[in-house]
């Protein structure tokens, strides 16, 4: 029997994914609502693979995925996502995940990529090759890699914004705080990537594959 974790904070969408799953009769599938109880369950059993949603309260899936794979490097993580995950793309093949799968996947679909999953194969959308071929070249050229950069997914909403050319005033009044919490914050960007301004920000950011470079 293969066994899967899946992670979803929405209980409709575990358990409907459960139910298709398991439509294949050599698929046993377990559902965690949350992060915690993710981390809870892979110390108590053990599972021939981890399906995980991307965007989820608390800890996200890039958070947890890292997580997982620092407990055992061996383990097999496939991002499971209603989103766009381009944004994310490079610090999420950087966290050791095995694939990405759509939540917009057929029956059909996600049993195929399981299985690939299984036997060790990465599942990687096409429209997102070229995206990781042309980041993979532009870290090479810097001392400053993915790994070394440690985004959270509100920095990453201020690196989109500054890069569209929102002003710090702008921010404050999207966010609904204080101009000084939005300089605090490009402040603390800023540091991680290791650059002194707005522009250099933006550049290193689509450099690293944070933000599309388009």
Do not use: W
């Not at 053990?46 to 958070?63: A, F, K, Q, V």
């Not at 490097?73 to 496939?78: A, D, E, F, Q, T």
Request: proline share 2%; charged share 25%; hydrophobic share 40%.
């Amino acid at each position: 029997m293969i066994r899967i974790l899946l992670v979803d904070d929405h209980p409709s969408v575990g358990e409907g994914t459960k139910t298709m799953i398991e439509q294949d009769g050599e698929m046993e599938v377990t559902v965690a609502l949350s992060a915690l109880e993710a981390l809870e369950k892979v110390q108590n059993d053990s599972y021939d693979l981890i399906l995980c949603d991307l965007n989820m309260p608390g800890i996200n899936g890039l958070e947890l995925t890292k997580r997982l794979i620092q407990f055992d490097p061996n383990r097999k993580v496939i991002i499971y996502s209603g989103y766009e995950i381009g944004s994310h793309f490079n610090l999420l093949v950087e966290s050791g995940v095995s694939g990405f799968i759509s939540k917009t996947a057929s029956r059909e679909q996600l049993h195929q990529s399981l299985r690939c999953a299984l036997r060790g194969e990465a599942i990687i959308p096409i429209s997102l090759l070229k995206q990781l071929r042309r980041n993979e070249v532009a870290i090479s050229r810097s001392e400053l890699s993915i790994q070394d950069v440690s985004i959270n997914e509100k920095e990453l909403t201020i690196l989109h914004e500054v890069a569209a050319g929102i002003s710090n005033k702008e921010l404050a009044a999207s966010m609904h705080v204080s101009q000084r919490n939005v300089e605090y914050q490009l402040s603390r960007i800023f540091e991680k990537l290791n650059v002194r301004s707005r522009s250099e920000a933006i550049r290193e950011a689509k450099r690293l594959g944070l933000i599309s470079s388009l």
